[in-house]
Structure formats: structure tokens, C-alpha cells
């Protein structure tokens, strides 16, 4: 049975509003997450409640509370790469991709190393994506639509067969 506490704080799921910035919900991001990517001054004037990250790329808010505080792109220690239109546009934020290296190799050949790099990354336990992904998450499903859209760019097929396979070191291969 729960507990009675005056003093406890309201649920989170209670709190959540939209975007001020662009009406949108957003995705609920942690005390890491905003600690990680805010400088000092934005993280001060962020409410503590209902915290969320918007995901709407032309909206310049990056983080919201259920006060209605908000914290904007411009207050973030890195390019936020998924609200930018110009390169470079940070993308797997640990390791140091961006939406432009997806779009180079998958031009260069179709095929893209990249989310195999970063999955080996992070089965090493080498990411570190809570307080370094604005998203407070792991970058691999943006870097998988990224993938998509850099072959939609150049006419591939989404899933069809490369032109030329991955190349992939194998320490195996005899
Ligand atoms: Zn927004």
C-alpha cells in the first residue's frame, strides 16, 4: 500500500504539457540529461517538474518544465544536430558523428559503417548517452533514420540491397 506524504512530489506523468515553443509533446528527459547538456544560467531558470525534450527540429525551444520554463538550443554546451540545418549537425553525440558523415558514406557507396561502430561502442559500455545525447537516450535510432534518409537522399532504396558491400574488419576471417 502507498504511503501518505504531504511533502511528496506530484507525479511526473501529471505534469506534462506541450512545448511552448511549438505546441508538440516532448520526451521526458532526466536530472542527468539537462545537467549534461544545459550551461549553468539555463538549468538554474528550468523548472524542476515535468522536464521534457522537444523534438521538433524547426522549434529552437530545447527543454521545457511544466511551469512553462523553458530552456532554448542556443543554451545547450553542443549543436543540437537534429534542430540544425547546417553541418556540422552532431549526431551520435558519445562518439562524435554527424548527420554529415552518415550522408558521405552512404553516398560513397550505400552502404553506412556507422551503426555498426557505435552498436560495438556501446556494447563495450563506452557511451555515455544520458548526459551526452540532448535527447538523454541512445543516438541509435536517429542514426538508423538518418541512415534512411541520406539513401532516400540519393535515390537507394530504404532497405534494398547496397551497390557495394559493408566493409567490415573481421578478426575472425582466417
Ligand atoms: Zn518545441
Known amino acids: 500500500m502507498e504511503q501518505l506524504d504531504c511533502c511528496a512530489a506530484p507525479k511526473a506523468e501529471a505534469a506534462r504539457v506541450p512545448c511552448p515553443g511549438c505546441g508538440a509533446n516532448g ?35 530545447l527543454y521545457f518544465a511544466a511551469d512553462g520554463s523553458v530552456a532554448h538550443k542556443a543554451q545547450a554546451r553542443v549543436r543540437v544536430g537534429m534542430k540544425e540545418t547546417e553541418g556540422p549537425r552532431p549526431l551520435c553525440y558519445c562518439f562524435g558523428h554527424t548527420y554529415e558523415d552518415v550522408a558521405a558514406e552512404v553516398a560513397g557507396g550505400g552502404a ?19 548526459r551526452m545525447n540532448p535527447a538523454g537516450n541512445c543516438c541509435l535510432g536517429e542514426v538508423n533514420r538518418a541512415v534512411k534518409e541520406a539513401r532516400v537522399a540519393v535515390g537507394l532504396p530504404l532497405d534494398g540491397p547496397s551497390p557495394r558491400a559493408p566493409v567490415v574488419p573481421d578478426e575472425r576471417r582466417p
Open 112 to 130: 553506412c559503417s556507422i551503426p555498426t561502430l557505435i552498436t560495438a561502442e556501446v556494447r563495450a559500455g563506452r557511451c555515455a548517452c544520458e
Open 27 to 61: 520526451k521526458p528527459v532526466g536530472e542527468e540529461t539537462v545537467q549534461g547538456l544545459l550551461i549553468p544560467e539555463a538549468l538554474a531558470a528550468l523548472g524542476v517538474q515535468g522536464r521534457s525534450f522537444c523534438r521538433t527540429a524547426s522549434c529552437p525551444v
